[in-house]
């Protein structure tokens, strides 16, 4: 283990100096616990935060992030790790979140990376099984005529992967129980990075819209 990178270092003394300084009693009185009212699914991707985003304060929002803001189905397979499931289990069952809003982006890697597996490039040891979630909703969008160039595809299997992981949310039974007790919602949202962009996904018309500014 060696020391920090000093940009780390750096960014930590301006945090100390400028936002920690602001919000110094917001902090202490969250290190008596949290109550955030909404869960955020997003990439890992590193221009793509959550908080930044939605411009949340310390204890709003409960992120888990992970390679395309991908939500597996339920499965109960005790040697297999389920880290998504197990923050989804703690927001829904003990911070009893309201909200839980799975959040997409453009020129996403992880969906690059299940395009790239798909002409069997090599894709990596753990990536490969991760991204091979998305295998069934790659594989139609590929099977689409109307999808001439890579862009296209690479976006409509942006668009898909969060429909993909808001369904593959239901399949957890205390998600479902606690939506048909209208406790939780559930959401999407597309964020394009170059315009700074979000989309929200209309579950009636199916389609990504851009929200306001
Ligand atoms: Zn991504």
């Given amino acids: 283990m060696t020391t920090l990178p000093p940009a780390l270092t750096s960014g930590y003394r301006r945090f100390r100096g400028t936002r920690y300084r602001e ?27 959550p908080a930044t ?24 397979t005790p040697l297999d790790l389920h880290g998504t499931s197990a923050a989804l289990e703690f927001a829904v069952c003990q911070l009893g979140v309201r909200d839980i809003v799975v959040m997409g982006h453009g020129d996403c ?19 490969a099984p991760w991204v091979d979630l998305l ?16 862009s296209a595809r690479q976006t409509a299997l942006e668009h898909e992967g969060i429909c993909l992981s ?32 979000l989309h929200w996904f209309n579950g009636e018309t199916g389609r990504f819209e851009s929200i306001e500014a």
Avoid: K
Wanted: with cysteine.
């Fill in 109 to 127: 890697g992880g969906v690059a990376a299940s395009l790239a597996a798909a002409e069997n490039r090599p894709v990596g040891q753990f990536l």
């Fill in 166 to 197: 808001l369904e593959n949310l239901m399949s957890f039974s205390f998600v479902a129980d606690a939506i048909a007790a209208q406790r939780l919602a559930l959401h999407g949202v597309w964020f394009a990075i170059g315009s700074g962009i």
């Fill in 23 to 49: 919000e110094a009693l917001r902090y202490t009185e969250l290190a008596d616990g949290q109550s955030p009212r909404t869960m955020i699914v997003a990439c890992a991707d590193s221009r793509v935060d």
């Fill in 135 to 150: 295998s069934h909703s790659r594989d139609g969008i590929l099977a689409d005529q109307s999808l001439t160039d890579q």
């Fill in 53 to 76: 985003i939605f411009g949340a304060a310390p204890g709003e929002l409960f992120v888990v992030r992970n390679v395309a803001n991908l939500v597996p189905p339920c499965s109960t």
